[in-house]
């Protein structure tokens, strides 16, 4: 059984920070990217970030700078480091394992989210 679970959400104030963790189990990690999406109140999801398994990054355009992704394969996590956030980075932040590959099944997983609140 695939689980995804994260965890590290929580209520900080504006310029504080957070990490998050996502631990996956039921698949074979190395082989998935690896996504992190919010929802803020009210909106759609939207893409934060991504690792691939040959460890290449990307941001969503509001980031600037701010998050940092990364991934351990030997505990089979991925982690989102979140400096100087703000009021608009609130929202339930969701991790996503995703593996498609021609002519294979396409793998999309995701955990239940963690609430992440930012608010003096």
């Known amino acids: 059984q695939v689980q995804l679970m994260e965890s590290g959400g929580g209520l900080v104030q504006p310029g504080g920070s957070l990490r998050l963790s996502c631990v996956a189990s039921?698949?074979?990690?190395?082989?998935?990217?690896m996504y992190w999406y919010r929802q803020p109140p009210g909106k759609s999801r939207e893409f934060v970030a991504r690792i691939t398994r040959d460890e290449i990054t990307k941001y969503g355009d509001f980031v600037k700078g701010r998050f940092t992704v990364s991934r351990d394969n030997a505990e089979n996590t991925v982690y989102l480091q979140m400096n100087d956030l703000q009021p608009d980075d609130t929202g339930v932040y969701f991790c996503?394992?995703?593996?498609?590959?021609?002519?294979?099944?396409?793998?999309?997983?995701w955990g239940p989210g963690t609430q992440v609140t930012i608010s003096s």
């Open positions: 039921g698949i074979d990690f190395s082989l998935f990217g």
């Open positions: 996503n394992a995703y593996l498609s590959e021609f002519r294979q099944p396409t793998y999309n997983y």
